[in-house]
């Protein structure tokens, strides 16, 4: 019962436009998403979180959307840069539980 | 500025041996957290621990045991190793006092059961 889904296994951009990376969840009690990034050979890294009570997050070139009713969220990256290639990973937590689900992951490809 | 260390990062084992891979974290973090990465299924919980000697099970835990005895300290051991336990292991730590639980993770160890 996968709760967090990732339903594009990869995409390519080009570099300079904007990727749009999207995660879907079925657990309507989810209170905060993460993205996390990670390179070959190294382990995932914190890249952005959003609560359930915003509706969007802004960090840099980095932007989380969250639509609650659609249980639907996205990571926006403009411009979009080589070193964002990377494989993008969602997840969902909920508060006073220490454990995240996580979703099955996007291999994002900027294309120079 | 590694704050989470895995050892050993890569090995190789035949079917039917233990195996223990150790994670090491210097944060003095309460939580720690063993995944495992595969194709098509992400990131998957197999045990973690609130606590020394405080552990609990994840989502694949079948197959895995876990143990820690110091804060700093969670070990993974394959108590007989299997084709399907081939995978790429990921230790993470939390300190469990932000809003959001933000995991750090280890490089990760690549494990191989012929």
């Known amino acids: 019962d996968q709760q967090v889904k990732q339903n594009s296994p990869s995409l390519s951009v080009q570099e300079g436009r904007i990727s749009i990376l999207n995660c879907d969840y079925t657990?309507?009690?989810?209170?905060?998403f993460l993205w996390y990034k990670k390179y070959p050979a190294e382990g995932p890294t914190f890249l952005i979180s959003?609560?359930?009570?915003?509706d969007k997050n802004e960090d840099g070139r980095f932007t989380v959307f969250l639509n609650k009713s659609a249980k639907h969220l996205s990571l926006h990256i403009v411009p979009s840069q080589p070193g964002d290639s990377a494989v993008y990973f969602c997840?969902?937590?909920?508060?006073?539980?220490?454990?995240?689900?996580f979703g099955t992951g996007t291999r994002l490809t900027i294309i120079p | 500025d590694a704050g989470i260390t895995q050892s050993p990062r890569h090995k190789v084992t035949e079917t039917g041996t233990p195996v223990t891979l150790r994670c090491h974290q210097t944060?003095?973090?309460?939580?720690m957290y063993w995944y495992r990465q595969d194709p098509g299924h992400g990131l998957r919980l197999i045990h973690y621990s609130y606590g020394v000697k405080d552990t609990d099970k994840g989502e694949v835990s079948d197959g895995y045991s876990v143990s820690r005895s110091k804060t700093e300290d969670f070990l993974l051991t394959l108590e007989s190793a299997t084709s399907s336990q081939t995978s790429v292991y990921f230790c993470a730590m939390g300190a469990g006092t932000q809003l959001y639980n933000e995991q750090f993770f280890g490089p990760g160890t690549r494990l191989t059961v012929l």
């Open positions: 997840a969902a937590g909920k508060l006073g539980n220490e454990k995240l689900t």
């Open positions: 959003i609560s359930s009570i915003k």
């Open positions: 944060e003095n973090h309460r939580y």
């Open positions: 657990n309507s009690m989810f209170d905060y």
